[in-house]
């Protein structure tokens, strides 16, 4: 059976092929002792809500009741499906955050400036702009209804006072301009000051138009569209460390763009067969190097990783390294293509590393071999024997992302249950932590959680049946350089802050 990329279900967007049935296989393992990670423990900076109208929840003594409705905070039924959170992401110094929602929208958190009365203020995040990046769209040649949900967000640094960002849905991306504007110009000789024009009869001197102060306005203009260059959805955007190009990555292709020109891009990646009903594979992600712009990485659902070099070719589908870890035959199940999928890759800051995320586990490669990974974590491996339940209720398509920490010391992930993880590269310790409502107290500090998976439960563990599958941790974000978090929770924001900091 061929699941074709162009489905708009995300089963056969994920995958290219699946194998005749057979029984699922493989026992649970225990999981690794949880007593923390890092020195120090993490706390709840501030949760933020993004619905509709954006209202921020500062988790201080001290909230705002002009910014929220606390019966609007608490009724989940608010919540509806255009507000669930879809991308996370810093920006290059960490003092802006955005996200974007399946609604279309951007909302851009700015980070408080340090207080000297007030100095543990310094990690929250204030609603600094909202727009709406993308509509929802018909494609009338195909039948084709085109979401408006924003797949990726990705920054450029910071060149002068304004911000520029790129945000693509299924078929388009955009680049925004977000700007500050605190004067406006008064005394013009062809408009009155209510903006019409006036009679040139009436117009007997001439004046010079002078800035007067206003209130801080924050204005996000599009200053480029870039669209009809794929036919299938794009998963990934990544900007070239020349930060003159950018490339897009859809089911069966990568296209590389000029941030001048709008109406041109180049195909460097294409793996769309003659015939479809061969094709075996989907590209699921695709980032460039952060240091050489003539690198980058594109992962598939074949679990497979590979490095091109821009200089070999003007098609980049000979790879130059192809990362692959050979299959355990004694693991082998109906399910082992499926769950091998890659969900997400990464470079490390460094460019040394590879960081991918496939269902079950979280995976470092050195670029310098390709046979195996140098270090794998698991996840969520008390899901094993779960795995025919996850495969009827879909949720073994999800795709979880995964982050580095600015030193490549720590790598972070999502699980179920609004559970994230994080995993110690150096000391080997992992620990589970969860956003939630419940949790949401001030400046609380966040307790490992653990999974009980059989036999006799402790008083702080939570059954592995008791998991609650709808609430997922598929988005998260790491501070450039800070021990800060951003983790998304459906259509709710959790920042937190490593305590020690």
Same mark, same amino acid.
């Given at each position: 059976?061929?699941?074709?990329?162009?489905?708009?279900?995300?089963?056969?967007?994920?995958?290219?092929?699946?194998?005749?049935?057979?029984?699922?296989?493989?026992?649970?393992?225990?999981?690794?002792?949880?007593?923390?990670?890092?020195?120090?423990?993490?706390?709840?900076?501030?949760?933020?809500?993004?619905?509709?109208?954006?209202?921020?929840?500062?988790?201080?003594?001290?909230?705002?009741?002009?910014?929220?409705?606390?019966?609007?905070?608490?009724?989940?039924?608010?919540?509806?499906?255009?507000?669930?959170?879809?991308?996370?992401?810093?920006?290059?110094?960490?003092?802006?955050?955005?996200?974007?929602?399946?609604?279309?929208?951007?909302?851009?958190?700015?980070?408080?400036?340090?207080?000297?009365?007030?100095?543990?203020?310094?990690?929250?995040?204030?609603?600094?702009?909202?727009?709406?990046?993308?509509?929802?769209?018909?494609?009338?040649?195909?039948?084709?209804?085109?979401?408006?949900?924003?797949?990726?967000?990705?920054?450029?640094?910071?060149?002068?006072?304004?911000?520029?960002?790129?945000?693509?849905?299924?078929?388009?991306?955009?680049?925004?301009?977000?700007?500050?504007?605190?004067?406006?110009?008064?005394?013009?000789?062809?408009?009155?000051?209510?903006?019409?024009?006036?009679?040139?009869?009436?117009?007997?001197?001439?004046?010079?138009?002078?800035?007067?102060?206003?209130?801080?306005?924050?204005?996000?203009?599009?200053?480029?569209?870039?669209?009809?260059?794929?036919?299938?959805?794009?998963?990934?955007?990544?900007? /070239?460390?020349?930060? @003159? %190009? $950018?490339?897009?990555? *859809?089911? &069966? #292709?990568?296209? =590389?763009?000029?941030?001048?020109?709008?109406?041109?891009?180049?195909?460097?990646?294409?793996?769309?067969?003659?015939?479809?009903?061969?094709?075996?594979?989907?590209?699921?992600?695709?980032?460039?190097?952060?240091?050489?712009?003539?690198?980058?990485?594109?992962?598939?659902?074949?679990?497979?990783?590979?490095?091109?070099?821009?200089?070999?070719?003007?098609?980049?589908?000979?790879?130059?390294?192809?990362?692959?870890?050979?299959?355990?035959?004694?693991?082998?199940?109906?399910?082992?293509?499926?769950?091998?999928?890659?969900?997400?890759?990464?470079?490390?800051?460094?460019?040394?590393?590879?960081?991918?995320?496939?269902?079950?586990?979280?995976?470092?490669?050195?670029?310098?071999?390709? /046979?195996?990974?140098? @270090? %794998? $974590?698991?996840?969520? *491996?008390? &899901? #094993?024997?779960? =795995?025919?339940?996850?495969?009827?209720?879909?949720?073994?398509?999800?795709?979880?992302?995964?982050?580095?920490?600015?030193?490549?010391?720590?790598?972070?992930?999502?699980?179920?249950?609004?559970?994230?993880?994080?995993?110690?590269?150096?000391?080997?310790?992992?620990?589970?932590?969860?956003?939630?409502?419940?949790?949401?107290?001030?400046?609380?500090?966040?307790?490992?959680?653990?999974?009980?998976?059989?036999?006799?439960?402790?008083?702080?563990?939570?059954?592995?049946?008791?998991?609650?599958?709808?609430?997922?941790?598929?988005?998260?974000?790491?501070?450039?350089?800070?021990?800060?978090?951003?983790?998304?929770?459906?259509?709710?924001?959790?920042?937190?802050?490593?305590?020690?900091?």
């Amino acid at each position: 059976m061929v699941l074709q990329p162009s489905e708009r279900h995300h089963r056969d967007r994920s995958h290219g092929r699946l194998g005749p049935w057979c029984s699922p296989s493989g026992s649970p393992a225990p999981l690794s002792s949880e007593t923390g990670c890092g020195e120090g423990s993490w706390i709840l900076v501030c949760r933020l809500l993004v619905p509709t109208q954006v209202s921020l929840l500062s988790m201080e003594e001290d909230i705002d009741t002009r910014k929220i409705n606390s019966s609007f905070l608490r009724d989940h039924s608010y919540a509806t499906e255009a507000d669930i959170i879809s991308t996370v992401e810093f920006n290059h110094t960490g003092e802006l955050l955005a996200t974007g929602d399946k609604g279309g929208r951007v909302v851009i958190f700015q980070r408080e400036q340090e207080s000297k009365n007030q100095v543990h203020r310094r990690g929250e995040y204030n609603v600094y702009s909202t727009f709406q990046s993308h509509e929802p769209e018909f494609d009338y040649l195909k039948s084709l209804e085109i979401e408006e949900k924003i797949n990726k967000i990705r920054w450029l640094p910071q060149q002068n006072a304004a911000y520029f960002l790129l945000s693509t849905n299924d078929k388009t991306v955009k680049l925004w301009k977000v700007s500050e504007r605190d004067k406006r110009p008064e005394g013009y000789n062809l408009k009155d000051e209510e903006g019409r024009l006036r009679d040139p009869a009436t117009i007997t001197t001439l004046r010079v138009p002078v800035l007067r102060p206003m209130d801080l306005m924050v204005e996000a203009t599009p200053r480029r569209v870039f669209a009809n260059a794929h036919t299938y959805h794009i998963n990934s955007i990544s900007v /070239n460390s020349d930060y @003159e %190009t $950018y490339m897009s990555a *859809d089911d &069966l #292709r990568i296209n =590389l763009w000029n941030f001048e020109i709008t109406n041109q891009s180049f195909n460097i990646v294409d793996i769309k067969p003659a015939n479809m009903e061969e094709l075996t594979e989907v590209i699921t992600a695709a980032e460039f190097h952060p240091h050489h712009c003539n690198s980058f990485v594109y992962s598939s659902s074949k679990g497979t990783i590979r490095l091109c070099d821009m200089r070999a070719s003007a098609l980049c589908d000979r790879h130059s390294k192809f990362f692959e870890e050979p299959e355990d035959p004694s693991n082998r199940s109906f399910f082992s293509e499926i769950i091998s999928s890659i969900s997400d890759v990464k470079f490390s800051h460094s460019g040394r590393y590879i960081m991918t995320r496939d269902y079950l586990t979280v995976k470092v490669w050195d670029l310098n071999m390709e /046979n195996r990974p140098i @270090e %794998t $974590y698991q996840v969520h *491996d008390y &899901l #094993r024997s779960k =795995l025919c339940s996850l495969y009827e209720n879909d949720c073994i398509f999800d795709k979880f992302e995964c982050v580095w920490n600015g030193s490549d010391s720590v790598i972070m992930t999502g699980s179920y249950n609004n559970f994230f993880r994080m995993f110690d590269r150096n000391t080997k310790r992992d620990v589970t932590l969860e956003a939630s409502r419940e949790n949401s107290k001030p400046r609380a500090i966040l307790k490992p959680r653990k999974v009980c998976v059989g036999g006799k439960r402790r008083k702080d563990e939570i059954s592995v049946d008791s998991l609650d599958f709808s609430k997922k941790i598929l988005h998260t974000a790491w501070h450039p350089s800070e021990n800060i978090i951003a983790v998304a929770a459906t259509n709710n924001l959790y920042i937190f802050q490593d305590k020690v900091n």
